[in-house]
């Protein structure tokens, strides 16, 4: 009788968590998968409110392994990773008419053999809101903590997947915090705090690892490529001596090698090198005011839009479905909760207070954690190969 009340109460918990999505708008018919939002409190007071949308498997849910995602940025939402990544859905790539955009079903997504929750981290992300100016300001190690919160209330209110292998996922900046909140929920586990989360290991996809020395390898990277000289390359070696980051303002040579680096890749698309740069989408702006960025903080009315076969234009489409109100209302989103949603949020008051992830990527490896790295060629803003993190620990850890 006693176990029967308890799962009663997880369950009556669960309804106060998350809300069926049974229709979308823009896309036609039922869903045919099953998908649930809502929102779950961490912090003090629960100030914090983290908005998730939450794919239950195509295959065996009760048995299929269970991901928790971050897209990177930091302030990138998870609904990047639902619609242009891993999710079951995807944008229909049509000349916007004014109407909303339509959806249809990607077969491909990896919620064909898993559960995905899809989270808006940290708080300032997509739907996920903060009840007060202290609550928003955030950083590395705090994301961490409201994840680690997030996971385990979560599960206390979906104990139907409390059994589940988890695994902790994400891609580009959440090199960072994903490894970090592995290690966290193993600590947690070893601590004896419940629920127990039956975590197997973590997903990273063009992960950052080390920012500072990952900015010091695209040098010989975009040599690799093809995208500068050798006789750049070597002048740069030369006069800069390895150190392109807080050049010394004597140093004349240096500074106008990097300069004219700057120059030789600036029409360069850095999310994919080999595809054209439609100059409305990155996933951080550059600060030169070159570009202004439909996935950052604004789109101006006068900016041309991107052509219809740049992956960017799906963005554009994005932007105008989220900040339909009907959208929302099927999302269940809380009114007044946020303004203007932006895909990436590049405003937020974030804290870089972890310099690498490499000691807790050794720490997990140790431990006996499965991982899964992988890495596109032909990204810029992720450089590191398997061979330079396996170089580096056996360097750091023999």
């Given at each position: 009788m006693a176990l029967l009340l308890f799962f009663f109460y997880l369950s009556q918990f669960a309804l106060a968590y998350g809300s069926a999505v049974k229709f979308l708008p823009g896309f036609e018919g039922p869903l045919p998968f099953e998908l649930e939002t809502g929102y779950v409190g961490v912090g003090d007071s629960e100030e914090v409110q983290l908005f998730y949308y939450f794919v239950k498997s195509e295959g065996k849910p009760e048995d299929d392994p269970l991901l928790f995602w971050l897209t990177g940025g930091p302030g990138c939402s998870a609904f990047s990773g639902l619609v242009f990544e891993i999710g079951p859905l995807k944008f229909k790539v049509d000349v916007y008419n004014g109407s909303l955009p339509t959806l249809v079903y990607n077969p491909y997504a990896w919620t064909k053999v898993s559960n995905i929750v899809f989270i808006d981290s940290p708080v300032g992300t997509g739907f996920?809101?903060?009840?007060?100016?202290?609550?928003?300001?955030?950083?590395?190690?705090?994301?961490?903590?409201?994840?680690?919160?997030?996971?385990?209330?979560?599960?206390?209110?979906?104990?139907?997947?409390?059994?589940?292998?988890?695994?902790?996922?994400?891609?580009?900046?959440?090199?960072?915090?994903?490894p970090v909140l592995a290690q966290e929920i193993s600590n947690g586990n070893e601590e004896g705090i419940k629920p127990i989360i039956h975590l197997q290991g973590y997903i990273l996809g063009n992960p950052k690892t080390v920012p500072n020395l990952e900015k010091k390898l695209k040098i010989p990277y975009v040599y690799g490529m093809g995208l500068i000289s050798d006789e750049l390359y070597e002048s740069l070696k030369r006069n800069c001596n390895g150190q392109y980051q807080n050049v010394d303002l004597n140093n004349k040579a240096c500074l106008a090698d990097i300069q004219y680096l700057d120059?030789?890749?600036?029409?360069?698309?850095?999310?994919?090198?080999?595809?054209?740069?439609?100059?409305?989408?990155?996933?951080?702006?550059?600060?030169?005011?070159?570009?202004?960025?439909?996935?950052?903080?604004?789109?101006?009315?006068?900016?041309?839009?991107?052509?219809?076969?740049?992956?960017?234009?799906?963005?554009?489409?994005?932007?105008?479905w989220a900040n339909d109100d009907n959208v929302r209302n099927a999302l269940h989103i809380r009114k007044g909760s946020i303004g203007k949603w932006l895909r990436c949020n590049h405003g937020l008051p974030y804290n870089n207070d972890v310099p690498t992830s490499l000691p807790y990527h050794a720490?997990?490896?140790?431990?006996?954690?499965?991982?899964?790295?992988?890495?596109?060629?032909f990204h810029l803003h992720a450089v590191a190969t398997m061979t330079w993190w396996c170089r580096t620990w056996q360097l750091k850890h023999g």
């Open positions: 996920s809101y903060a009840r007060n100016n202290r609550a928003a300001q955030t950083g590395d190690l705090k994301q961490v903590h409201h994840l680690h919160q997030f996971l385990r209330k979560w599960l206390m209110a979906h104990p139907d997947f409390i059994l589940n292998p988890v695994y902790v996922s994400g891609d580009s900046y959440s090199g960072i915090p994903v120059e030789c890749i600036s029409g360069i698309n850095s999310a994919h090198i080999l595809e054209p740069d439609c100059g409305l989408d990155s996933p951080k702006p550059r600060k030169t005011g070159r570009r202004r960025y439909l996935d950052g903080h604004q789109l101006l009315n006068d900016e041309p839009l991107p052509p219809l076969a740049c992956r960017t234009y799906a963005y554009y489409l994005c932007r105008y720490n997990l490896s140790a431990k006996g954690y499965r991982y899964l790295i992988y890495s596109c060629l």
